[in-house]
């Protein structure tokens, strides 16, 4: 059974910085594409980022391009997300995804890709 857990999340004030984590287990890792995503109260989950299962290859959503880095670890079974530059409308819930993939340099972006979740991690931004 796969069971992907977030940490990390909590409150922080514009322009501060926060790391994500997403402890996976009951998979081989290493076979999957992962992704992190969010959802704000309204509006519709979106990715902000993923990465193949090599990592060698990442997308980035425009919003948050060159202030959020993804990255694996597939020793530890774990993806990070590393978030700086902290907006307010960066506040909401963050979820991980992992699918399984049949190829090295592919990234999934959309939530229809994505099989496994975890339970979500709250980020609040203050102004």
């Known amino acids: 059974q796969v069971q992907l857990v977030e940490s990390g999340g909590g409150f922080v004030q514009a322009g501060g910085s926060l790391r994500l984590s997403c402890a996976a287990s009951?998979?081989?890792?290493?076979?999957?594409?992962m992704g992190w995503f969010r959802q704000a109260p309204g509006l519709a989950r979106e990715c902000v980022a993923a990465?193949?299962?090599?990592?060698?290859?990442?997308y980035y959503a425009a919003s948050v391009k060159g202030r959020f880095t993804i990255s694996r670890d597939n020793a530890k079974n774990t993806v990070y997300l590393q978030m700086n530059s902290l907006k307010p409308e960066d506040t909401a819930v963050y979820y991980c995804?992992?699918?399984?993939?049949?190829?090295?340099?592919?990234?999934?972006?959309?939530?229809?890709?994505?099989?496994?979740w975890g339970q979500g991690t709250q980020v609040t931004v203050s102004s």
């Open positions: 995804a992992a699918d399984r993939s049949y190829a090295n340099s592919v990234v999934k972006t959309s939530v229809a890709q994505y099989y496994h």
């Open positions: 009951g998979l081989t890792f290493s076979n999957y594409a």
């Open positions: 990465i193949s299962q090599s990592g060698r290859n990442t």
